[in-house]
């Protein structure tokens, strides 16, 4: 068994989001429904988080647009480039959110704790450096895996399975020989860019970039496919100490925003190889929250990657 500690906040409730049926508070509530309603409730830690400082966003991130987002927060705007309505709290879930994750690398450091999965909002692979696009306001993953760097670790593997491309992930560390970034994700759709196996790396790190996009209609069994003949082979070569997950449960067949047909097994199939690495290489996993957006599958999803996370094997 894992020492899993799940990362949920009231505060990220107040983040407004897309409205509709997308990127909307009710996800979290779902989210949190389920886990009562399981045996994780028990099994699990279940925490709030500490903000994060602005130094730790600017690990990433341009000062100059930290102040543009605050200020947009602040007068409560529709922000057209991510698409999603801000309130005064977006800026505090924004900063919780990633201090979820700074704090989670401080537990692994301490021992206190093998796995995280982090259930706030809002969510961050799309953000680049100084543009928010796609629901995300700045890139929790990036921030974590940039603050976990400096903190001594120095094979640090992102692995994003949302359905869309992790375009703002993949540009930040581009040229980051300590950082391996793999997206599986929909060819042909949100975000348009750079989305291709030839998209590979640059500079130190050619090669470090692995891009897998998948027809539209793929299902578990295409995944499996690339998973063994390109995924698998590239992570034990890079050996990784820490393993960042850009959780998206929106490849599931249920979800109305793509078209792949993942299904809770294919979830649970995936974590159980995380663990594999995890355990061959002492690696520990931080798991962030990103897309999905239909609230039964999204919810028994993250209850099946949980328990799985929980089990180790
Ligand atoms: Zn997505």
Redesign the pocket.
């Given at each position: 068994m894992n020492r899993l500690r799940i990362y949920w906040d009231s505060r990220c409730l107040k983040h407004p989001g897309t409205g509709g049926n997308a990127e909307v508070p009710e996800r979290l509530l779902a989210i949190q429904d389920a886990i009562n309603k399981s045996t994780l409730l028990k099994e699990a830690e279940i925490s709030t988080a500490n903000p994060c400082s602005i130094q730790d966003l600017a690990l990433v991130h341009d000062e100059k647009y930290l102040q543009f987002i605050q200020d947009a927060c602040e007068k409560e705007v529709f922000l057209a480039s991510a698409e999603i309505m801000l309130a005064k709290d977006s800026w505090t879930a924004l900063k919780l959110t990633v201090g979820a994750g700074i704090e989670s690398v401080q537990s692994i450091q301490n021992n206190e704790m093998d796995c995280a999965f982090i259930a706030m909002r809002p969510?961050g692979?799309?953000a680049e450096r100084a543009k928010a696009m796609?629901?995300c306001l700045v890139n929790n993953v990036a921030i974590t895996a940039e603050y976990a760097k400096k903190n001594g670790f120095e094979r640090i593997l992102i692995l994003d399975w949302?359905?869309?491309h992790g375009n703002g992930t993949q540009h930040i560390f581009w040229d980051d020989p300590n950082v391996f970034f793999i997206s599986i994700?929909q060819e042909n759709i949100?975000p348009f860019m750079d989305d291709r196996p030839e998209h590979s790396g640059g500079g130190e790190a050619v090669g470090k970039t692995l891009n897998v996009p998948l027809p539209y209609g793929s299902d578990g069994n295409d995944l499996k496919q690339v998973w063994l003949e390109k995924i698998d082979p590239t992570v034990i070569q890079f050996q990784p100490n820490l393993i960042i997950i850009s959780a998206?449960f929106?490849?599931h067949k249920l979800d109305h925003?793509?078209g792949l047909q993942f299904v809770e097994e294919d979830y649970q199939w995936m974590t159980s190889k995380v663990n594999q690495w995890a355990k061959r290489f002492q690696a520990k996993i931080i798991s962030y929250l990103?897309?999905?957006?239909n609230l039964t599958a999204l919810a028994n999803s993250v209850v099946v990657h949980c328990e799985t996370l929980l089990k180790g094997n």
């Open positions: 969510p692979h799309h796609g629901f949302d359905v869309h994700h949100y998206g929106d490849a925003l793509a990103e897309g999905g957006y």
